[in-house]
């Protein structure tokens, strides 16, 4: 195993700040075997990213792509830590994620950078996440408390608060405002998921549950929604779709 703990840093103009490679393994389910501490630091931008080195890809750009990227680990603790004007929050492949206590504000792409690389299932984008998770052949799990329903936003000017593909889910006590969308969770086959206690102040949808016929559980309850007004686009608190349409 490898063990990293990152507590009360400041990261600032990073193309990606932690970042846990694909690991090196046939295998296609293989793990990392790390173990992450991240507890109370800080993810944000300021200013244009130094010029990336050659056949960097993606390409670093205006923004940071995001302040955490990893692949087949495990966070063992993720608490009170702040994301700030980055093009996604974290993002993550087959890992377990615990984030606690955090915040997500004013995460959007510059000019939709990035999107050719940020694409998950369906090759929807999911740039602009607060948080993005997808797992693999195995299902990997996302538990998420923010800052309370009614207490300080835990997401803020967010296309996406959370974008989750094929996760198990359990998500409570946020405070979402100026989101374009709240939850955007699909593929859920097999997958326990549950979104309750929490305030969704979307520009779109509140919550898009999309193509989770046969999910092991799915339940959304406790939330205030409010959603866009826009008469043409129909947008709605809670959208469904499953794989028949």
Known sequence: YCFGMFQQCNFNNNFVSIYIPVPVSAQVDAMNQNLL???NCIFKSTAPL???YASQTPAALVKPLAGILINSADFQLCTFNGFDGLSNG?????SNLNPRDCWFHNIAPYSNQYSSFTKGFFNVDYNGSGIYCQSGHT????HQTGLGKQGNFSFENCIYAIFADRMNIESSQNNMTNVAKGYRITAGQGCNMQVYDNTIDAQHDGMQLLQNDGASKLAVHNNTIT????????YAGVRVYEANG
């Open 90 to 94: 974290i993002i993550s492949y087959r």
């Open 227 to 234: 959603f866009g007004d826009n008469y043409w686009a129909q």
């Open 139 to 142: 299902y990997s799990q996302l």
């Open 50 to 52: 130094a010029t990336n």
């Open 37 to 39: 501490i991240v507890d």
